[in-house]
């Protein structure tokens, strides 16, 4: 143990704050191992009555009386490390060694060096009760935009719950993270949540076994220091009675720093790590400091805790080793509407605001945010009391804001201030342009200074409610939230007098074109911005404007949004879902269909992935207004996913208020509302019955003109009657593709009853893995037989069989079959059932093109179809026998077929056993004249340089070989210069060689 001179200090201050650290269950389990505990053989025990009902204060000064010096210390010590709590040993161990070290030897002290000492002890008490007082100061002032006096939301259960648990070892890797970023949208409460986690620490009721010391590090506050050393930098809140500060920096491992607001920083954080700084006693700029501490080469046995907005995390990620992030999302959908209906007393008004901000997912999502909540609830009040209609105002998020600026504009009167004035109001908005593209939230007074904004400007502003000082960061400025800078931020773009015009003051961000390409996978702080100058766009909404600001906007830009849109249109490779969707977010904003149908115009095609309401809601409303669209490739997941298992699903749309189903309805109508669409792609969709009922009944709608339907990777819980019934109602539909969807035999009982119908015009069916076996292959044979209309079948991968194939072959054979193409890749096909495919093919003259890759046939197999091949009536025009299992045993019958076969232009070979054999026999076909092969497929046929010759003298006989494909084989250096000779020579037709992987 240590020095007994440390018991003076110890036992009288020490013991408590370590016992309060315990929780009442750890307390319980101290005192029964108390019950037990003797120092030496003659002490006597606390008697068990005093224990059991002792409090800390009380089981403390116990100790102290029965324990005396440091014997109580030697007892806790004991007992905390059969508790198995290491820390608390650690931590007190250590102080304890602190202590004694810094006293002067007994009996050489004076009274007066006694005090000195006593003042530079220190066991946290005085940094903790400084805490406590600093953040209750904070916690009590009000928000930004202050809120209603009957409710605040404050920090939610499951928040709390959050707090507890950041820095708990990972179960997965075993791990504790020492770097935390809680990240989240503007407002939701990040730094109200890490206050209350220091506020709880300094309590003693948060991280008592994990952290000594807690420190906060604001970036308002650090942007406004320049050189000093980190020591200093902390040592802010630390009382002088705590002793210095440098004591606790040598166990860094006991040590959380929480940065606050990182996105704040006006730090580039470029800095290579070799110039960074391990000390923490040596003067720096605070920029070196913050990246020394983020980067780990400062404390890197600390722990940190990191708030960031989401748009910053691109900035922060880079600088962190092995982070742990966490979202906050702010209220749940059942706390806002907690919150609206206690912030409305009426509630039938609490009722209709709540609905109509329900039917608009951007703006209820917007409502995570508290201070947001609170302001569109007040707007929206205000809105009420004047009779307005608030569903309109609820359309889109800028009429919503447009409404809630310009009631922070009073009307002027002799009692009122004056307005801001143009000049004025271009220079706040311009201020707002440059945060917003830059990140920056918080101006300080040069920056206003540099925009033009005079104290009397900003006084104005302040008033307003629209820029708002900080109460606890002296010189910081901010609007009074995020959203409201997005919107004059947009507004800056309206209030340019003249775009063909640039001044040599022009910065980067007032290029409109910039803007208008910006992207939220690369920049998503533009994204509300630039809604929001869409939704400006809206003629409304700007005479509004113009009327409550008494300024003049410019609709100037539409024009030249107009011409940007037309060339985007006119880009063949236009992109990607994404961009489509973000594209439609904004149009959605102007509510102008004659706007959206004028800027749609140039495109063709779009490609959507529809993933939540609020793309269904946009989409809907944009594509009815997309007249020359051609093709639609449309993903619709997670919207329906919640029905799809319901019961009966029609409860869960009623439960939406009807809002999904009229989006869905509205998205449908497009079918037959445009006359030029042509296509739909609606792939790895999930759709509910009702869903797949109003589909179809678009589909039979006699106005439309679709041709193709691809419904890939599909459910079909309603069963394919639907469909099928589509396919005779709708007479312009000639392609429909099910690829991967859950059709089974039952659904092709139902398709095949419309194919044999007179009115179904079907020309392409692909039914390729969709679960069918032999029991369908009747109907699909029957159907092939009374089909006028369809040329090609694709049945690829499905358990057909030997017995399915004869089902199929006596339609095939069956003079009234007009199928041009089937595949039959992958079906289960073996050598008993070539022979009825071969007799089939004798038969069938309309047969053009048949893959039969991936079967077992084998040489025998082979060997029937090309018996079929060499019979003149058949007619067949490609062959695929890719990976058939044959050997070169089957090159000479089909060198044989080759001959005799006038119409066979196409034949894939690939991934058969042909060997460089196999190919000489084939080679001797090629070269007669007589061979009409155009492309010939022989990727992997296990082939040699020794075969490339043979190849060679074919290339250069064969008149009629455009396309071969030799990859995958083994030729080498030596037999790819052998073909390439050939390919030199003025006789070689050939346009295609292919030869990957073949050196």
Excluded at 54 to 64: C, I, P, T, W, Y
Excluded at 101 to 130: F, K, N
Excluded at 515 to 543: A, I, Y
Excluded at 943 to 956: E, P, Q, V
Aim: with cysteine.
């Amino acid at each position: 143990m240590t020095d007994g001179s440390s018991s003076s200090f110890f036992p009288d201050f020490g013991l408590l704050l370590y016992l309060e650290e315990l929780n009442k269950e750890e307390l319980n389990k101290f005192k029964s191992f108390l019950k037990n505990e003797t120092v030496e053989p003659r002490s006597c025990q606390i008697p068990w009555v005093e224990v059991k009902k002792a409090k800390r204060e009380d089981l403390a000064n116990l100790m102290k009386k029965y324990y005396p010096g440091e014997q109580a210390w030697d007892v806790a010590l004991k007992i905390f490390g059969k508790m198995n709590l290491k820390d608390l040993c650690e931590r007190a161990t250590a102080e304890i060694n602190w202590t004694a070290r810094t006293m002067v030897t007994e009996g050489a002290r004076t009274q007066e060096e006694q005090d000195d000492q006593e003042a530079v002890q220190s066991d946290g008490t005085e940094y903790r009760i400084q805490i406590k007082e600093k953040f209750r100061i904070m916690w009590d002032k009000k928000c930004l935009f202050g809120g209603p006096e009957d409710f605040h939301p404050g920090i939610a259960q499951e928040d709390r719950e959050l707090l507890e648990h950041l820095f708990d070892v990972d179960v997965k890797t075993g791990e504790q993270p020492q770097t935390v970023v809680l990240q989240g949208a503007a407002g939701v409460g990040k730094t109200s949540l890490v206050r209350k986690a220091i506020v709880d620490w300094a309590e003693g009721n948060l991280y008592q076994q994990k952290f000594s010391y807690v420190f906060y590090l604001n970036a308002r506050e650090i942007n406004q220091l320049r050189e000093r050393s980190f020591v200093q930098m902390i040592s802010k809140d630390w009382p002088s009675t705590e002793g210095p500060i440098e004591r606790i920096m040598t166990q860094p491992s006991s040590l959380l720093f929480i940065i606050d607001s990182f996105d704040e920083l006006n730090f580039a954080f470029e800095e290579p790590d070799f110039v960074l700084c391990e000390d923490w006693t040596q003067v720096h700029p605070v920029s070196f400091l913050m990246s020394s501490l983020l980067r780990k080469v400062m404390l890197p046995e600390s722990f940190l805790l990191v708030t960031t907005r989401l748009t910053a995390c691109k900035k922060l990620k880079p600088l962190l080793k092995n982070q742990h992030s966490v979202e906050l999302l702010g209220m749940s959908k059942d706390a806002r509407k907690e919150y609206i209906y206690q912030f409305f007393e009426d509630k039938k008004r609490a009722s209709q605001v709540f609905s109509s901000l329900r039917s608009n997912e951007m703006l209820f999502s917007m409502c995570k945010v508290p201070l947001v909540c609170w302001a569109i609830c007040t707007c929206l009040e205000q809105q009420i009391e004047m009779g307005g209609d608030v569903s309109l105002t609820c359309k889109t998020t800028t009429a919503l804001f447009t409404r809630y600026i310009s009631s922070l504009f009073p009307p002027v009167d002799g009692n009122c201030p004056s307005l801001p004035n143009q000049t004025q109001l271009k220079s706040l908005c311009h201020l707002a342009a440059k945060g917003v593209w830059t990140m920056t939230s918080v101006f300080y007074r040069e920056d206003l200074r540099k925009h033009g904004l005079t104290k009397s400007d900003v006084s104005i502003f302040l008033d307003m409610n629209i820029l708002q000082k900080d109460t606890e960061y002296e010189n910081c400025y901010v609007f009074t939230h995020l959203h409201v800078q997005e919107f004059l931020a947009a507004m800056f773009y309206m209030l340019r007098d003249n775009w063909e015009t640039r001044n040599n003051l022009f910065d980067s961000f007032e290029d409109l074109k910039l803007l208008l390409e910006s992207k939220s996978s690369k920049d998503p702080h533009l994204m509300q911005m630039k809604c929001f100058l869409f939704g400006l766009l809206n003629e409304d909404l700007l005479k509004q404007l113009e009327t409550t600001l008494k300024c003049r906007l410019s609709l100037e830009i539409k024009g030249k949004i107009l011409q940007w849109l037309e060339i985007l249109g006119n880009i063949k490779c236009f992109p990607a879902e994404l961009e489509f969707l973000e594209l439609f977010l904004c149009l959605y904003e102007t509510q102008d269909e004659a706007f959206i149908s004028q800027a749609m115009r140039s495109f063709q095609k779009v490609v959507i992935d529809v993933c939540g309401k609020v793309h269904l809601l946009v989409s809907s409303f944009c594509l009815k207004h997309c007249q020359c669209l051609q093709t639609i490739k449309l993903s619709v997941t997670v919207v329906f996913e919640k029905t799809l298992n319901s019961s009966p699903p029609a409860e869960m749309w009623q439960k939406d208020d009807g809002s999904i189903i009229h989006c869905w309805q509205d998205l449908c109508s497009v079918l037959h509302t445009n006359e030029h669409l042509r296509e739909l792609d609606l792939c790895h969709s999930n759709l509910d019955e009702l869903a797949m009922k109003t589909f179809y009944q678009e589909l039979r709608h006699p106005n439309c003109k679709l041709q193709r339907l691809l419904m890939r990777f599909l459910s079909f819980p309603g069963g394919c009657q639907d469909i099928a019934s589509s396919l005779t109602h709708n007479q312009n539909l000639m392609h429909l593709d099910l690829k991967g969807s859950d059709i089974g035999d039952d659904g092709v009982k139902s398709l095949c009853e419309a194919l044999k119908h007179p009115e179904c015009k079907l020309q392409n069916l692909s039914l390729e893995s969709c679960g069918l076996t032999t029991l369908c292959c009747l109907n699909i044979s029957k159907a092939l037989i009374r089909s006028q209309s369809l040329r090609f079948l694709n049945l690829s991968t499905n358990h057909l069989l030997d017995d399915g194939v004869k089902l199929l072959c006596e339609a095939l054979g069956h003079p009234k079959c007009h199928l041009e193409r089937l595949s039959l890749e992958s079906c289960g096909l073996t050598v008993a059932g070539c022979e009825d495919l071969s007799l089939a093919l004798i038969s069938n003259k309309r047969l053009t093109h048949l893959c039969l890759a991936d079967n077992i046939l084998g040489d025998d197999g082979v060997k029937l179809v090309n018996d079929a091949l060499k019979h003149p009536q058949c007619k067949l025009q490609s062959l695929v026998l890719r990976r058939c299992h044959f050997t070169s045993l089957s090159s000479e019958h089909l060198s044989s077929a080759l001959l005799c076969n006038k119409s066979l232009i196409h034949l894939d070979l690939g991934s058969n056993w042909i060997q460089d054999d196999g190919i000489k026999l084939l080679c001797d076909a090629f070269r007669h004249p007589s061979c009409n092969l155009q492309d010939l497929e022989l990727m992997g046929c296990v082939l040699t340089s020794m075969c490339c010759l043979d190849l060679a003298s074919a290339i250069l006989n064969n008149s009629h070989l455009q396309n071969l494909d030799l990859g995958h084989n083994d030729l080498r250096d030596d037999g790819v210069k052998i073909l390439c000779e050939a390919l030199r020579h003025p006789n070689c037709n050939i346009q295609r060689l292919g030869y990957s992987i073949c050196l």
